[in-house]
């Protein structure tokens, strides 16, 4: 099918792009600690799924095609009641006993024994409230901020300390630039609803729509978020058939849904899977072109950064594929909730590069531990123990370890240099 002539000719640039303050972030480091500091609040651990990639540095496109699976991501809700309810194919399959009954702050259902994961939605304490004013201002003057690279700058180390979560619907689209997409075509959501998916998209989505977070009220028991949820990637597969619909893309899709409407949240997958910037489409495609690409630049940076632990990991046959497929795939969506909603914030304002940060990070912190794993299954254990368990006694919560991320100095010239090795590689047929 052809695509709709309302297409925009080529993606605008973002209002508020950081990308292009490369030299000024490689100038002599300014201290940003002199901003306004963000609530700090603890965060428990989040659930953690059990699925596992079985990956090792022999496995193949398809075997990995068929190996990584499709996994939630946080959302945003506030917890209710939910009435006990078990039905065939439903959450509580095989949990006879375990029927739910409570929803927490992030809209996930929880079961009978999982009292300790709970996160209560509670109000806003002095210093929230104060820190949601603040935002609510920022937003009020944001041409201000968008233009001048001094104010772009504070907004970034904003950013960096957290987005209050009431505005994040509103400030989302406007730091990747969906805002200006939508304002260019205003009717092509609605106009590519109006079209036919091809036999094989629509049946493949619609197998796949259970799947996209099923725990999350929202989503549960085909529940409203469904619908939407089937229009954005619906949309998006129209819009870009050379992509289409992948596997995986409804967990991207039910987060952004969590913020913005559907029609935002189409945008935002078209700049998020299209834009060099965030580069997500070849995270889904067939081949994970992307995804081998990232964890090739992964292995350079840790060898130039920690060259030791590197050759250690070497030595022991940890593969970055053990520990890192998920990280880079789904943007640390297995991290605990906070954690990964603030990853995401930097990510939409600043690119991929905080995708590298916080896993050197999260080697670099543990390199004494590993060092202490003096075969290849203790290694490669520890490797799967720290890959969705962050927090650790130097960073206990989400600001911590942000702070302590952001401190690891990947360059973007790096970054790019390395893509141009990997991709010479890949075109004289090495990986």
Not at 146 to 153: D, I, L, Q
Not at 181 to 204: I, N, Y
Not at 280 to 301: N, S, T, W
């Amino acid at each position: 099918e052809e695509e709709p002539s309302e297409k925009p000719s080529e993606a605008p640039k973002a209002v508020f792009n950081v990308t292009s303050e490369r030299t000024a972030e490689e100038r002599p480091a300014e201290s940003t600690e002199k901003e306004e500091a963000s609530p700090n609040n603890e965060m428990s651990n989040a659930e953690k799924t059990t699925s596992s990639s079985g990956l090792n540095a022999t496995t193949t496109n398809n075997q990995l095609e068929k190996k990584i699976e499709n996994t939630e991501n946080p959302l945003k809700i506030t917890d209710q009641k939910v009435p006990r309810k078990e039905t065939k194919g439903s959450v509580d399959s095989g949990k006879s006993a375990k029927s739910f009954q409570r929803v927490d702050r992030w809209g996930v259902i929880m079961l009978g024994d999982e009292d300790d994961k709970f996160e209560e939605t509670k109000p806003p304490t002095k210093e929230e409230f104060e820190w949601e004013l603040k935002w609510a201002n920022t937003l009020a003057k944001w041409d201000k901020y968008a233009t001048h690279y001094e104010n772009v700058k504070k907004i970034r180390n904003r950013i960096r300390q957290g987005i209050a979560d009431p505005v994040r619907g509103l400030l989302w689209p406007r730091l990747c630039g969906a805002d200006i997409m939508q304002q260019k075509a205003p009717d092509l959501f609605q106009k590519l609803l109006s079209r036919q998916l091809s036999q094989k998209d629509e049946e493949q989505l619609q197998k796949d729509l259970h799947r996209t977070d099923p725990r999350n009220i929202i989503f549960y028991n085909k529940g409203l978020g469904q619908e939407s949820l089937y229009h954005v990637l619906k949309a998006y597969c129209l819009y870009n058939p050379k992509v289409g619909y992948c596997q995986g893309m409804g967990s991207l899709a039910g987060l952004l849904l969590m913020y913005v409407p559907e029609e935002m949240a189409f945008w935002m997958m078209v700049r998020l899977l299209d834009d060099p910037k965030y580069e997500c489409a070849g995270l889904y495609e067939p081949g994970f072109p992307v995804l081998f690409k990232q964890l090739a630049i992964h292995d350079r940076i840790l060898e130039k950064f920690d060259r030791k632990l590197y050759r250690f990991l070497q030595r022991h046959n940890v593969m970055s594929v053990t520990y890192a497929l998920r990280w880079y795939q789904g943007r640390f969506y297995e991290f605990p909730k906070e954690l990964f909603i603030r990853i995401f914030d930097i990510f939409l304002a600043e690119g991929k590069k905080i995708i590298f940060r916080v896993a050197m990070y999260m080697l670099m912190s543990r390199r004494k531990e590993f060092f202490k794993r003096d075969d290849d299954d203790k290694a490669n254990s520890f490797a799967r123990d720290i890959r969705d368990n962050p927090y650790t006694k130097d960073a206990p919560d989400a600001t911590t370890l942000i702070k302590k991320a952001l401190k690891v100095k990947v360059k973007q010239r790096k970054l790019e240099k390395y893509e141009r090795e990997y991709e010479s590689k890949v075109n004289k047929g090495n990986r």
